[in-house]
């Protein structure tokens, strides 16, 4: 098991930046390729970023690249999003999701955009972006 909580959710003005953490407990973290999502009232869950296990790969939705950074730090046992020139359509609940590398090599590179490719989730964190 892998328990996850995510951290930094705010109310920010169009423009702004705001950094989400994300903690986890449990298992070897290291092992798990760690991503963000975002749902929007009414709308799907999308991925937003992704890195994977070494942290040497990220990969991230059209939508957010050049504006948002996901790093992660196995020390912490945690995954950032470090998210800039917030814009309304940015609000969402944004949700943090491990996906197990541990014995799947080039599994997370060809399925890191996808719902199912995680194996564990957190509940949640609120961001509202100002107009």
């Known amino acids: 098991q892998l328990q996850l909580v995510e951290s930094g959710g705010a109310l920010v003005q169009a423009g702004g930046s705001l950094g989400l953490s994300c903690a986890a407990s449990g298992r070897a973290f290291s092992s798990f390729a760690m991503g963000w999502f975002r749902q929007a009232p009414g709308k799907e869950r999308d991925f937003m970023a992704g890195?994977?296990?070494?942290?040497?790969?990220?990969y991230y939705a059209d939508s957010v690249k050049g504006r948002f950074t996901i790093s992660r730090d196995d020390a912490k046992n945690t995954v950032y999003l470090r998210m800039n020139s917030l814009r309304p359509e940015d609000a969402a609940v944004y949700y943090c999701?491990?996906?197990?590398?541990?014995?799947?090599?080039?599994?997370?590179?060809?399925?890191?955009?996808?719902?199912?490719?995680?194996?564990?989730w957190g509940r949640g964190t609120q961001v509202t972006v100002s107009s």
């Open positions: 999701a491990a996906s197990w590398e541990g014995d799947r090599a080039g599994y997370y590179s060809d399925n890191y955009g996808c719902y199912g490719a995680y194996d564990y």
């Open positions: 890195i994977n296990w070494s942290g040497d790969s990220t």
